[in-house]
């Protein structure tokens, strides 16, 4: 759903082109110097965009399955009974709408969410959310492809019954109650989400940080949450990927080998946090690091305080692989091995739209081959088209 500033390209591409150059150099001990020193300017290189506030990309798990303890409930939390025998009948919607709308300088306190998160929540009460506006809910546009994305993935139809939709104008929630069950509207008086966004203005800065503050509270309700943008296409279960071990885990703009490495560049396009009272502090904390970083997006901001997090509240992150979380950023090329694919480093909703269409092109090509022919490796993406890349 957000784009990235267009002269962060180069370093990029740099950034993947040495990556590529030390595979292939890592059995040559003669060309180590060498790697190291185009490795160094590079790190230089990334620090001193970063310095003068060059923002990082925006754009965007809960519990393992093999790991869930049913019932679960998070430590220091305020918790509600899980959800049992939750209706799936799609013609039921279940909707919440804002009274008496908060002002930019009011605090909501969001209890009317709770109905919405009792009933999207799994068994160890994890929900997963988005936000969408009206350019993004038109038919045809990002969200009627987010939702199919879940429809001709491998086997996570079901989890669109974990989704809550947060719209964030009158016309984005209509739109929603006509395609989903789990809707509510979030508005702010004097503030505009209807149009597109572009990249680091000031209406989209301002509607990026809306997820931390709504994530905050979810967290504090006892809520396990996911969070996921729109141009994110989920293909498989990323839930496979998440332990309970860790706090934090999110996708990666770039991604450097190590799940731990606070080096790896953070993309918070789609992201997990546990709900423990800790990590409500953390996101209390992340949201009020704007006021040191102002005019900055979320993501930027956390990628200038991961390592405060780590330091101050003993944070436990994971940066998930690129060769699975994937997006127009750094890709797997292997399908077999992708699980979600973002339209990052994509300017202008209509190259995302084009490209994303693409990526579920491709996706249904492959999934009708046979399995001989998947497992041949020869059918890759034909993306990213015409985004930045």
Not at 243 to 264: C, H, K, Q, W
């Amino acid at each position: 759903m957000w784009q990235i500033i267009p002269y962060q390209e180069p370093l990029l591409r740099l950034l993947r082109e040495l990556k590529k150059g030390r595979e292939m150099m890592s059995d040559n001990k003669n060309c180590a110097p060498l790697w190291n020193v185009l490795l160094g300017a590079a790190i230089a290189a990334s620090f001193m965009v970063l310095l003068f506030s060059i923002t990082t990309e925006q754009n965007k798990s809960p519990l393992d399955l093999g790991l869930r303890i049913k019932g679960q409930v998070p430590p220091n939390c305020v918790c509600l009974n899980e959800t049992k025998n939750a209706p799936t009948n799609n013609t039921e919607v279940l909707v919440s709408e804002t009274k008496n709308a908060p002002t930019n300088k009011t605090q909501t306190t969001f209890e009317d969410l709770l109905p919405l998160l009792k009933n999207a929540s799994m068994d160890d009460n994890t929900v997963i959310f988005t936000e969408v506006n009206d350019a993004f809910a038109n038919p045809g546009s990002i969200l009627d492809l987010f939702l199919e994305s879940f429809h001709v993935g491998e086997n996570i139809a079901h989890l669109l019954d974990h989704l809550i939709i947060i719209a964030m104008d009158q016309v984005s929630f209509e739109r929603c109650k006509s395609l989903h069950r789990h809707c509510y509207l979030f508005q702010i008086d004097g503030l505009n989400f209807e149009s597109e966004k572009f990249y680091m203005t000031k209406g989209f800065v301002d509607l990026v940080w809306t997820k931390i503050k709504l994530m905050r509270r979810m967290v504090e309700f006892g809520y396990n949450v996911v969070f996921t943008d729109l141009d994110v296409l989920w293909l498989r279960n990323i839930f496979k990927f998440i332990s309970v071990y860790y706090d934090i885990a999110l996708s990666s703009d770039m991604y450097f080998g190590r799940p731990e490495d606070t080096g790896n560049f953070p993309n918070t396009g789609l992201f997990y946090v546990k709900s423990t009272a800790k990590n409500a502090e953390v996101l209390n904390f992340w949201y009020k690091a704007r006021n040191r970083y102002p005019d900055q997006n979320e993501q930027s901001v956390f990628n200038e305080i991961k390592n405060e997090l780590v330091d101050r509240f003993q944070v436990k992150m994971r940066f998930l692989e690129t060769d699975y979380l994937s997006g127009f950023c750094n890709y797997g090329k292997d399908m077999s091995k992708v699980y979600s694919m973002q339209s990052n480093c994509c300017v202008g909703l209509a190259n995302k739209l084009n490209d994303l269409r693409g990526v579920l092109d491709d996706w249904k090509k492959y999934m009708s081959l046979s399995s001989e022919e998947k497992n041949n490796g020869n059918f890759t993406w034909t993306i990213p088209r015409i985004c930045l890349h």
